[in-house]
């Protein structure tokens, strides 16, 4: 099972400020990597896909960047709504054998 | 509207049976491989099952395996979740999610639906 690490686990900045979060594959998904954006009692919301390509009405300033074993979720200048918890999702496996990362909470700071 | 709605979540006791069902509408539900991802209360999310468009290709995680079984009705746009021996560690919000891209399977998921509860408890 490849296992899926983000790093930090919590993460706070300031409205307008850029946010970097970290995923770390424990090997090669390729470029085969989705992040999911979840706010409290809502479903999560896919964002990136692909490791780079935005999901349909995703704002620009969400990017992904990486390949391999090293991915980044940055986001340009905070949102008051994008205070939320992200989560990174392998899908390389064949047979699919879909894994999460256990998630980064960025809080207001 | 693309939208999943999914129902059939409760309680129930350890070792009972529990049928989820995910109605999609607003896109061609047949051409697009669904999923099952479940979410134990304050925790991450975990993925439970897959099946094709066609239903040819079904896929369990393994805490799953045996227990539960993924099956759809292209006729009627629907999904289901049939759960069998259910445990504690089974608690959680199950959601049926839609593979981003028609006619594949493994891939991201794009829509989600709202989720449904369902809690093993005596």
């Known amino acids: 099972e490849i296992v899926m690490t983000q790093s930090p686990a919590t993460l706070s900045v300031s409205p307008g400020e850029r946010a970097t979060l970290s995923c770390r594959a424990s090997?090669?998904?390729?470029?085969?990597l989705a992040w999911y954006q979840q706010k409290p009692g809502q479903a999560p919301r896919l964002l990136i896909y692909?490791?780079?390509t935005r999901a349909t009405g995703i704002p620009a300033r969400f990017s992904g960047s990486g390949s391999g074993t090293e991915f980044t979720l940055t986001i340009s200048s905070l949102q008051s709504e994008d205070f939320a918890v992200y989560y990174c999702?392998?899908?390389?496996?064949?047979?699919?054998?879909?894994?999460f990362g256990q998630g980064t909470k960025l809080e207001i700071k | 509207e693309v939208q999943l709605v999914e129902s059939g979540g409760g309680l129930v006791k350890p070792g009972g049976s529990l049928r989820l069902s995910c109605a999609a509408s607003g896109f061609t539900f047949s051409s697009y491989s669904m999923n099952w991802v479940r979410q134990a209360p304050g925790k991450g999310l975990e993925w439970v099952s897959s099946?094709?468009?066609?239903?040819?290709?079904?896929y369990y995680a393994d805490s799953v395996k045996g227990r539960f079984t993924i099956s759809r009705d292209n006729a009627k746009n629907s999904l289901y979740l049939q759960m069998n021996s259910l445990r504690a560690e089974d608690t959680a919000v199950y959601y049926c999610?839609?593979?981003?891209?028609?006619?594949?399977?493994?891939?991201?998921?794009?829509?989600w639906g709202q989720g449904t509860m369902v809690t093993v408890s005596s």
């Open positions: 999610a839609r593979d981003v891209e028609m006619a594949t399977l493994g891939n991201a998921f794009d829509i």
């Open positions: 999702q392998q899908y390389n496996n064949w047979p699919p054998l879909y894994t």
């Open positions: 090997q090669s998904v390729s470029s085969n």
């Open positions: 099946i094709s468009s066609s239903s040819s290709y079904i």
């Open positions: 692909g490791a780079s």
